[in-house]
């Protein structure tokens, strides 16, 4: 770590993951074949710190387990993107 490169193989994603963004979904299949990070501890004011994932599976669903997720679902999904 301190010479500002990890790497983990092998990761599962939390199942709430993206209740911490108040989203309205949950992980069913989160894996993630490998994660790098780069950190340029000695420049680090100048250099950005680098993230690459390899081989990334990620299944959500809409998030309904309590009424007031459902109201913000129901109008999160009722909605089109493009």
Aim: with cysteine; hydrophobic share 45%.
């Amino acid at each position: 770590m301190w010479s500002g490169k990890i790497s983990l193989e092998n990761l599962t994603l939390r199942q709430d993951i993206f209740k911490q963004f108040k989203l309205p979904l949950e992980v069913v299949i989160g894996k993630l074949g490998k994660l790098m990070i780069t950190v340029p501890w000695a420049s680090l004011r100048t250099n950005p710190v680098d993230v690459l994932i390899e081989d990334i599976l990620i299944v959500v669903r809409k998030y309904t387990t309590h009424l007031s997720c459902s109201k913000v679902s129901n109008r999160f999904f009722a909605r089109t993107y493009y």
